[in-house]
């Protein structure tokens, strides 16, 4: 065997070597993109779990979501923070969706969800509104388009 059949076996060899690496680490990107967005959609449902924690043990805070008359100005601000709580973990579902970190059936939960609160509780829309007026860079997001609507149901 001449020295340029052992050099072109090597570059094969090499190749393959090469090959076999770039298969793997395509592998371990994947698995951490998927462990990726597992976190995410985890940490959102904890998110949420923590606020359904609340609306479950504090029977005031539950009277005062379903309240129909019209609210003192600590009322209105209890309120308001509540659904602070409720745009911001609204706005990381629309982050994450936007950078793939959840996917279109996680973002879709959302906006629906976004829709379902403010028909379960009926000063939650102007208190939306009020955040995203607080916050206008952040009103153009998709998920917050049930809250902008003109009408309760969708």
Known sequence: MNW?????IGQVAGAMA???TLLYLAIQIRRTNELSRFSATKEIMNQFNDLNRMVVSDSELRQLLQKNTALSADEQERIY???MMFCNIWASIQTAYDNGQVDEAFFAAGMKDVQIEIDRWPNFRSSIRRWLSNYPELAHYEIFQPALKTSGKA
């Open 18 to 20: 090469v090959f076999a």
């Open 81 to 83: 923070n509540f659904a």
């Open 4 to 8: 340029e059949a052992i050099g072109a």
